[in-house]
């Protein structure tokens, strides 16, 4: 059929080609999911939404797809699809879904006390992992990144006695309010999906775009910045990579006007068993790891340097007995801190990275060479075992070119014919993940499935 030219999106696809996809790939899910429809609509009946956690419904998909079981880089459907998942909870299961160490480790925990407001003697075995790994001598928890990242946003404000937070546009750093400010024509505008904010976010956040050493610089000048909470690669609008030498003088930059850097390792930990930092030899005061590092059990930690250590403990001690707006009761429980001991020692390891990284590598190649076959302007760039491809053909340098070049209706039909043809990727963008499970007949079905769609549709 010949495709009309002003019928092209700049992704290269054919709108009308893409909703007659869509429209065929609704009905095929539908076909193929009896018993998730019943599930989902035995849910709605009692679940807000539908769904436990209302993100489930982000997917796009007409009714949630329900989930029997996951075990390794596989997941089991209601329906007795096998998927091979590369969304992998968004990263919560890098290390496989249930992975035996970890799960070994809850049954022998659980045995013993799931929770009790006191330590054992893991909490000292895996702050020295963390140690060892990441590069900072003293570490603290919480249950998510997002708590995480709120504490620490809270020791640095306290320990520098600043009110300033600086980010970089387009970032995410979880549910932490002060992070959802956007640069909008060069001007920072609180994020309008933001729900029941009261407060001007604006008074005490600034945001400049990733790789603009000038406007760091600029942001920085006035010295009232706590600190700069960053991911040393951006991830979470698509992805966009630090050019040569940003980080090296950013860091520099920092420092100089005596705020903090705290990276947020959550996703970039793919990088290896040291994050990014460690594999990149950036120094940052901070950092902040999650989703994976429980081996998919809700955990999170976060590293100081010394000198910041002492600050924040300063802090601390000047500060009146009573509430310190810092921690959750459940966290660092007896399971989660059993969690962590088992991840950290037996899969956070460069044995575990190096195939990981040797497939996602893999992945990136095959997918390149579909996309040239099929001429679309799109680009793949890998950090470690992620992997992600976008619709430009020059990757972006920062997040408002990030933003540009997503396509929501694209990338929904894209998720969508996938998730028909059992292979299953993050739900937000296009991010793909390798876990020590996947195998190389895994990666050969999810470029064969983006041939077929690309086929099929431009
Ligand atoms: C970089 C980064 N930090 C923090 C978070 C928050 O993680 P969680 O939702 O587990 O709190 C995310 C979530 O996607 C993230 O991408």
Request: aromatic share 6%; charged share 15%.
């Amino acid at each position: 059929m010949h495709t009309p030219i002003t019928d092209l999106r700049p992704s290269g696809v054919s709108t009308a080609a893409l909703h007659a996809l869509l429209a065929r790939e609704r009905t095929l899910y539908i076909q193929r999911n009896p018993t998730s429809q019943a599930q989902a609509a035995h849910a709605a009946e009692h679940l807000l939404f539908g769904v436990p956690l209302h993100w489930m419904n982000d997917w796009g998909t007409p009714f949630a797809l329900q989930v029997a079981s996951a075990q390794g880089a596989q997941l089991l459907d209601a329906d007795g699809h096998r998927l091979a998942d590369f969304c992998l909870g968004d990263t919560g299961a890098m290390f496989g879904h249930a992975p035996p160490a970890v799960t070994a480790a809850l049954r022998r925990q659980a045995a013993l006390g799931l929770t009790t407001m006191l330590p054992n003697e893991d909490g000292a075995v895996v702050a020295e992992l963390l140690a060892q790994r990441f590069g900072l001598p003293l570490w603290q928890f919480a249950m998510t990144a997002t708590d995480a990242n709120r504490f620490v946003l809270r020791w640095m404000r306290a320990a520098t006695g600043r009110p300033v937070l600086l980010v970089f546009n387009g970032c995410y750093h979880g549910t932490v309010d002060d992070v959802f400010v956007d640069l909008v024509d060069g001007v920072a505008v609180q994020r309008n999906s933001l729900l029941g904010q009261v407060h001007d976010l604006t008074e005490t956040t600034r945001v400049v775009e990733f790789n603009d050493l000038a406007a760091l610089e600029a942001a920085l000048a006035p010295g009232d910045v706590a600190c700069v909470l960053a991911e040393p690669v951006m991830t979470n609008i698509g992805m966009v990579l630090p050019q040569d030498g940003f980080w090296s003088q950013a860091q520099a930059l920092i420092k100089k006007s005596g705020a903090m850097l705290v990276l947020d390792e959550t996703h970039t930990i793919s990088s290896g068993p040291g994050g990014y930092a460690q594999a990149h030899g950036l120094q940052a005061d901070a950092v902040v790891l999650g989703k994976p590092l429980g081996g998919g059990m809700p955990c999170a930690a976060y590293g100081f340097s010394a000198e910041l250590a002492e600050r924040v403990v300063a802090a601390k001690r000047s500060a009146p007995p009573g509430h310190s707006g810092i921690g959750t009761t459940l966290t660092a429980n007896l399971l989660a801190m059993a969690a962590m001991r088992a991840t950290l020692s037996e899969l956070v390891t460069p044995a575990t990275f190096a195939p990981m990284h040797a497939l996602a590598a893999q992945l990136s190649n095959g997918l390149r060479a579909v996309l040239l076959r099929h001429t679309m302007p799109w680009c793949v760039t890998q950090v470690g075992a992620r992997v992600e491809f976008q619709f430009c053909a020059v990757p972006p340098v920062n997040g408002t070119q990030a933003g540009q070049a997503m396509d929501a209706e694209l990338e929904h039909a894209l998720h969508l014919y996938l998730l028909n043809r059992e292979v299953l990727i993050t739900p937000f963008h296009n991010m793909m993940l390798i876990c020590p499970d996947t195998t190389a007949n895994d990666v050969a079905r999810l470029v064969a499935a983006i041939d077929g769609f690309l086929t099929d549709c431009v």
